[in-house]
């Protein structure tokens, strides 16, 4: 095996956790079982026996209220205010702008808002509900949570218009794919999540996904050309439907990563949706410069580097706006800034 040093991006480290998982990055993860396959060996703490039958079967799970619904709907307030928006000015949300390059245009078309540390968005990550949650997919309890941003989606028209992004015919489809290589001969493990900030409705948008195709990947893969796309699903819909889970302001729903999935385009005439995307996997405290990445990020607020689509926002950085978020001994531990297995992480010399 490589060592980090000579060729950091094919080194796995294996997390601090009895279950062994193998990752390079903290996106995907390699380990003997699929998730979709895995045995609990640690009691469900939130999900039902019917919800983890439900998550391993249709690759997805919703979990009723994992934060109260006025702590989502404080957070929705905060993603109003820091874009400088009001639910109330629907002539603001389409204000022209200008865009650093043509990723920022299409993350404005998408309803991204560039936040990653105020204190209401770390509550939710180190909210217990939530981690209970993560802890029960993996079957693990030495997780770390995803530095990520939030979103709010007000209806696609004018230059937040999808039709503005050029469509091409494979690869990335926001409104199907998979975040990870399907074409690998040992698939990659990945969860994601996200908050709902408000109640969903039909014409609003958000999270579709489809979990026929999941249940039946392996039959529906073998009957494939072997040059198929390997993020974009071609499919019958009506073989394999799309469906849209219904959420509530407080609502967390997490995705197996080979679970095919996108959003849907805002149709209402005046209606939002918005979310904060929140998601856990088992810590790699050995990968000593990542873990040291993600408390710096913290500690200054910085624009976390572990996506190339996390851009920080162009006007006023959060390092400008508001002080370090609060940490609970779970939020440390969930951060990196404690180890799960109670030893101690060296310093660099200018925090000592």
């Not at 480290?13 to 995907?28: G, K, L, N």
């Not at 979990?211 to 072997?226: C, G, H, S, T, V």
């Not at 990020?297 to 390092?319: H, I, K, M, Q, Y």
């Not at 706006?321 to 992480?345: D, I, N």
Request: glycine share 6%; charged share 30%.
């Amino acid at each position: 095996m490589p060592s980090p040093d000579e060729h950091p991006e094919e080194y796995l480290y294996r997390a601090a956790s009895e279950r062994p998982y193998f990752s390079a990055d903290t996106e995907s993860y390699l380990a003997r079982t699929a998730l979709r396959e895995l045995r609990k060996k640690l009691p469900l703490r939130v999900l039902s026996e019917e919800d983890f039958a439900y998550w391993q079967t249709y690759g997805y799970v919703v979990v009723e209220q994992a934060i109260p619904a006025d702590a989502a709907r404080r957070l929705l307030d905060f993603t109003w205010e820091f874009q400088g928006l009001s639910p109330d000015r629907p002539q603001d949300w389409y204000r022209a702008r200008e865009y650093r390059d043509e990723l920022d245009r299409h993350l404005h078309i998408y309803g991204f808002v560039e936040a990653y540390h105020h204190q209401l968005i770390w509550d939710s990550r180190q909210a217990q509900r939530v981690y209970d949650a993560f802890v029960d997919v993996w079957d693990c309890e030495e997780l770390w949570v995803t530095l990520d941003r939030l979103n709010l989606n007000p209806p696609n028209v004018r230059n937040r218009d999808r039709a503005l992004i050029e469509p091409t015919d494979k690869g990335f489809d926001i409104e199907l794919h998979w975040d990870v290589d399907t074409t690998r001969g040992m698939l990659p493990q990945r969860v994601q999540g996200i908050i709902a900030l408000n109640d969903t409705a039909p014409d609003h948008g958000g999270f579709q996904c489809n979990p026929e195709l999941f249940r039946r990947f392996n039959e529906w893969q073998a009957a494939q050309p072997a040059d198929r796309d390997p993020i974009r699903p071609a499919v019958d819909r009506a073989e394999f439907p799309v469906v849209r889970p219904e959420l509530k302001a407080g609502d967390l729903l997490i995705w197996n990563g080979l679970l095919a999935h996108g959003v849907a385009p805002n149709t209402s005439e005046d209606g939002v949706r918005s979310v904060q995307y929140l998601s856990m996997m088992p810590a790699l405290e050995e990968a000593e410069p990542l873990r040291r990445s993600r408390v710096e990020s913290w500690r200054t607020l910085a624009t976390p580097d572990w996506n190339r689509t996390l851009v920080g926002d162009a006007d006023r950085p959060e390092a400008l706006r508001y002080g370090r978020a609060e940490l609970t001994e779970l939020g440390e531990k969930l951060l990196g800034l404690r180890s799960w297995t109670g030893q101690g992480f060296e310093q660099p010399a200018g925090e000592r």
